[in-house]
């Protein structure tokens, strides 16, 4: 292109690329941008880091076609390399398959925006939003999170020990008859007794598991757990970097991921999974809106409240839920109850503890200072900006979280009102929980659920540093592992709890002497059978062969005489 001197309106950008591509980009922008002015350049080659000379005039965007892959350290090199030569420029990266880096890296990469085989119109659209300030993330990757669907990796080590292989078969024979289980039921189009037999199986299979890592687990950190997802699309569009856009881009990302969401098969949330579909649905959109009109709230008043942002959130959340509720079931819905009229929301608010915060959930701190303040976030102990498509990842994970517990809550709240209202349970709940029997049922297991993962899950879970996320993939919600310090949270247990992390910590005590007290027994017992025994069982043998030899030779001797 030519280098002349550049008008102030117009907009200069840069095409790296082949020469066949840049062209295509260019008689689209003649139509569709004639302001535009785009200098062409070469595809750099791996290692070569000279560029030709250009006008001294600044640009305003970069747009990098990488049609062959590079190696990662060589692309970072060569994205550092642009970022020194033309800082503050955006740039849009654009790769031809996804699947020839890991997802980590490209969610950390220093760009603007990365597409995956886009078209013209979509690389066009990618690049207005950037020269307006926004920022473009749009692949098609295989996700590799922490789900609960593990699978043990096929590489073994030669110096496993017994307690490895027993962990490793056990934990893949259980796995592989889990998955048979579940295609099983997958299939069976009419649910029966064999169904229901078939669901029993599964749960005590998953009971299996918990105590093979309870026994063997911690011993066996060696052994590699590897995650495996369906590919599904990762799109972000964020006209503006500012905290309400943020906002509205989580809002508009877990809106439809909830559409049309499932349960999981691993007997989660039950509470949750329990409601109507479209009620499930309305609840998570009126938490979603709820959540919304808080943070706005908050980020107009905070400089007039008295305390921090954590603290106002907090204080909150009981009147966040009972509006939530309020809009389920509608502020002037009437439903029959005892042969009169009565309105459901308010019988419903009556009858409802929703003041008591889950113990489990993590708070959303960095979520609101990201999205009122703007602050970066300090994720695996590097900090990020929260419009980069990492940070916004985790954003959407932790608010996932609290959507779904927040929802379990107010599930739970709903089934107990339908325990002692049939009409309530028409309008709420599916068939099959229209009986007494199964709806006793479902809250019996809902309480035996709470209270062993009160007594023993947590403490367990507060001693390991581990807390339980929930978050939205593939249409299902399922559960990840985060790790975190939660010593604080061990002062807080009771005198029960405290006696189960004081066993555990007595089992890790104890198990390396036990270990040293095996080994040493197995070495007495392999000393006594090879030295003692076995040449006392030697030299028994050889005064046997003895015997034997000299009496085969008197007999033949006596033979000869004869």
Same mark, same amino acid.
Request: net charge negative; aromatic share 4%; with cysteine.
């Given at each position: 292109m030519n280098n002349h001197s550049l008008d102030l309106n117009k907009q200069r950008i840069l095409v790296v690329g082949q020469q066949w591509q840049a062209q295509a980009l260019i008689e689209l922008f003649k139509i569709k941008h004639p302001n535009w002015q785009i200098d062409l350049q070469p595809t750099p080659k791996e290692g070569n880091k000279s560029y030709p000379n250009r006008s001294s005039n600044r640009l305003q965007l970069i747009c990098w076609i990488l049609q062959n892959p590079l190696a990662s350290d060589t692309l970072r090199e060569e994205l550092t390399q642009w970022g020194l030569r033309e800082p503050g420029t955006p740039l849009i990266l654009i790769i031809n398959n996804s699947k020839n880096y890991q997802q980590d890296l490209l969610l950390k990469l220093k760009v603007d925006g990365l597409l995956e085989q886009p078209s013209l119109a979509e690389i066009s659209e990618a690049m207005?939003?950037?020269?307006?300030?926004?920022?473009?993330?749009?692949?098609?990757?295989?996700?590799?999170?922490?789900?609960?669907?593990?699978?043990?990796?096929q590489k073994t080590s030669y110096n496993q020990g017994l307690d490895n292989l027993l962990f490793k078969n056990g934990l893949m024979q259980i796995e592989k008859e889990i998955n048979q289980i579940l295609q099983i039921i997958a299939t069976e189009k009419q649910p029966g007794l064999f169904t229901f037999v078939m669901h029993g199986r599964l749960r005590e299979l998953r009971m299996a598991r918990r105590?093979?890592?309870?026994?063997?687990?911690?011993?066996?950190?060696?052994?590699?757990?590897?995650?495996?997802?369906? &590919? @599904?699309?990762?799109?972000?569009? =964020?006209?503006? #970097?500012?905290?309400?856009?943020?906002?509205? +881009?989580?809002?508009?990302?877990?809106?439809?991921?909830?559409?049309?969401l499932v349960a999981d098969e691993s007997n989660q949330l039950l509470a949750l999974a329990a409601l109507l579909t479209e009620r499930r649905q309305n609840l998570f959109e009126c938490l979603?809106?709820?959540?919304?009109?808080?943070?706005?709230?908050?980020?107009?008043?905070?400089?007039?409240?008295?305390?921090?942002?954590?603290?106002?959130?907090?204080n909150q959340q009981p009147l966040l839920r009972q509006r939530a509720l309020l809009q389920l079931v509608g502020p002037y819905t009437?439903?029959? &109850? @005892?042969?009169?009229?009565?309105? =459901?929301?308010? #019988?419903?608010?009556?009858?409802?503890?929703? +003041?008591?915060?889950?113990?489990?959930?993590?708070?959303?701190?960095?979520?609101l200072i990201a999205l009122i303040e703007g602050k970066p976030l300090l994720i695996n102990g590097q900090l990020m900006a929260p419009d980069q498509p990492y940070a916004l990842l985790h954003l959407q994970t932790l608010l996932s979280n609290w959507l779904l517990r927040s929802a379990e809550r107010i599930a739970k709240e709903v089934l107990e009102a339908c325990s002692g209202w049939p009409e309530l349970r028409r309008s709420m709940l599916p068939a099959k929980f229209l009986p007494t029997r199964e709806l006793d049922r479902l809250r019996n297991q809902l309480n035996s659920t709470e209270r062993w993962q009160s007594l023993f899950v947590r403490p367990i879970a507060i001693y390991e540093s581990k807390r339980t996320l929930y978050t939205i993939r593939s249409g299902k919600w399922c559960s990840q592992v985060l790790i975190e310090p939660r010593d604080h949270e061990l002062k807080t247990l009771s005198w029960w709890q405290q006696a189960i992390t004081v066993l555990l910590e007595a089992r890790d005590?104890?198990?390396?002497?036990?270990?040293?007290?095996?080994?040493?027994?197995?070495?007495?017992?392999?000393?006594?059978?090879?030295?003692?025994?076995?040449?006392?069982?030697?030299?028994?043998?050889?005064?046997?062969?003895?015997?034997?030899?000299?009496?085969?030779?008197?007999?033949?001797?006596?033979?000869?005489?004869?």
């Open positions: 207005e939003l950037v020269l307006n300030g926004g920022r473009v993330f749009k692949i098609k990757q295989e996700q590799n999170l922490d789900l609960p669907k593990t699978y043990i990796n105590i093979l890592h309870f026994i063997w687990g911690e011993s066996n950190k060696s052994v590699q757990m590897e995650n495996h997802e369906s &590919k @599904e699309n990762l799109h972000i569009w =964020l006209p503006q #970097r500012g905290g309400i856009n943020l906002l509205t +881009q989580l809002q508009l990302n877990l809106a439809n991921s909830c559409k049309d979603l809106n709820e959540f919304k009109i808080l943070v706005e709230k908050i980020s107009l008043e905070k400089a007039n409240m008295e305390g921090s942002v954590d603290d106002l959130w907090l009437q439903m029959p &109850k @005892e042969g009169n009229l009565v309105l =459901l929301a308010d #019988r419903l608010l009556q009858t409802s503890n929703l +003041q008591d915060e889950d113990p489990d959930l993590c708070t959303l701190y960095p979520v005590a104890l198990a390396p002497q036990l270990e040293i007290l095996i080994n040493r027994i197995g070495t007495l017992m392999v000393l006594l059978l090879t030295r003692v025994l076995g040449r006392a069982i030697g030299l028994i043998g050889r005064g046997i062969m003895q015997g034997l030899g000299k009496g085969i030779q008197n007999s033949a001797l006596s033979g000869d005489k004869l």
